[in-house]
Antibody
């Protein structure tokens, strides 16, 4: 049974960066790409991109190109998502989800609040 | 990029009633790579349906999916109290994955 445990809530100032981690349990980490999805308060779901844990290859949504970096550490079965140049619009819950296609397991979410 | 438009935005119904949720795609979705998720407040989404009409093991029989091409539907035949939530459709398979804006099913 896949289980994803994400890092704790963060409060950041505008212009700062945030790095969220997602540790995988219960399956072979390199089997599935790790996707990241975010959800602003009261809003819908937004796909941010994915990383192939095998190759480290990434695929980012165009909206985030240039300020998002996804990495992984296969030795500890952990994926990371770093977002730079934060604004209040980046205040959201950030989720990780391992998947080939659909997201049948999700992390618990990491709340990132951007506030001066 | 495939843009998904869900309607209605909010559906106000009573328990026992039928709910019909629509998801329309801006372009043809190949292989019916369309999924549905249910989300309750304070929880991550839960996968209900994939390939437009294939249920997960946890999806109740009263929930079904249909459609192909650009028009897809999620139907809940008789609403139970636990069905009141927000539902999202999702395109997957070829980047970028995209989500509809959601339909909230609320108690009337």
């Amino acid at each position: 049974q896949k289980q994803l445990v994400q890092s704790g809530a963060e409060v950041k100032k505008p212009g700062a960066s945030v790095k969220v981690s997602c540790k995988a349990y219960g399956y072979t980490f390199t089997t599935y790409s790790m996707h990241w999805v975010r959800q602003a308060p009261g809003q819908g779901l937004e796909w941010m991109g994915r990383i192939n844990p095998n190759s480290g290859g990434t695929d980012y949504a165009q909206k985030f190109q240039g300020r998002i970096t996804m990495t992984r550490d296969t030795s500890i079965s952990t994926a990371y998502m770093e977002l730079t140049g934060l604004t209040s619009d980046d205040t959201a819950m950030y989720y990780c989800a391992p998947a080939t296609m659909t997201f049948d397991h999700w992390g618990q979410g990491t709340l990132v609040t951007v506030s001066s | 990029e495939i843009v998904l438009t869900q309607s209605p935005g909010t559906l106000s119904l009573s328990p026992g009633e039928r709910a019909t949720l629509s998801c329309r795609a801006s372009h043809n979705i190949p292989n019916t790579y369309l999924a549905w998720y249910q989300q309750k407040v304070g929880q991550p989404p839960r996968l209900l349906m994939y390939d437009a009409s294939t249920k997960t093991t946890a999806t109740p029989d009263r929930i079904s999916g249909s459609g192909s091409g650009t028009d897809f539907t999620l139907t809940i035949t008789r609403l139970e109290p636990e069905d009141f939530a927000v539902y999202y459709c999702q395109y997957y398979g070829v980047s970028p994955w995209t989500f509809g804006q959601g339909t909230k099913v609320e108690i009337k």
